[in-house]
């Protein structure tokens, strides 16, 4: 499997087992609103932090198991897929960002805009890894 | 518009020339293994940089590393 295909399912699992319980429990549990909230505060920084260890604990055991992998700049494959992915990501991004950003101020306030934004980062990001992992998977 | 395909001689041409790994290959010409992989399964076409240093490798004219397969359609 390829260094970077490998990086890529390291970051989508990082993400389903962090913002992926933060998203149930904002789901389940009726949490204020309001802001500051410091509790829903409290629960995105034990998330985002979580995410972080996971990545760098993740890249940091990727890069001893294959260092020349690591090493090994991206060619011209890599970059044409990175592309791919980010301009899907982009339409992914720019659409929740119009709903988060124009749609919902008229009918939400507070943390209800902050987690639909999440939301919208964090399905942007799962769109740019899996399309990553699907090009390697199919060699394109 | 014709639409076709880009096949390769890659593979047989590694073996002629001393049974030349992908990696070495890729390693020549400034790319990975799994793009030489992905190249000679016909999933990824090469920019015509790389696919020029492909037939440099082989000491061949282009045409005779990569060929398009037409397949005429109106």
């Known amino acids: 499997m390829p260094y970077r295909e490998k990086t890529a399912w390291l970051s989508l699992i990082a993400m389903a087992v962090t913002f992926g319980p933060y998203f149930t429990i904002v789901a389940m549990r ?79 306030s507070g943390w209800s805009i902050i987690n639909a934004a999440l939301v919208m980062i964090v399905a942007a990001e799962v769109v740019h890894y899996g399309v990553v992992v699907f090009s390697y998977r199919r060699q394109t | ?40 399964a016909g999933k990824y076409s090469p920019s015509l940089e790389a696919a020029f240093r492909i037939a440099r490798v082989f000491n061949l004219p282009l045409e005779e590393v990569f060929q398009w397969d037409a397949q005429a359609t109106h």
Request: charged letters at 20%; a positive charge; aromatic letters at 6%.
């Open chain 1, 30 to 108: 009726s949490l204020p609103g309001a802001l500051p909230n410091l509790r829903q505060l409290g629960l995105f920084a034990v998330a985002a932090i979580a995410q972080m260890l996971i990545l760098g604990a993740g890249h940091l055991y990727l890069r001893r198991g294959s260092p020349e992998d690591a090493r090994t700049p991206a060619d011209e494959r890599d970059r044409a897929i990175m592309r791919r992915s980010i301009s899907c990501a982009y339409y992914v991004l720019i659409a929740g960002m119009i709903l988060v950003g124009c749609v919902m101020p008229f009918s939400s």
């Open chain 2, 1 to 40: 518009m014709m639409e076709g395909s880009i096949s390769n001689r890659m593979r047989i041409l590694r073996f002629h020339n001393g049974e030349m790994s992908q990696a070495e290959l890729g390693q020549r010409i400034g790319v990975t293994r799994q793009t030489i992989a992905a190249i000679e």
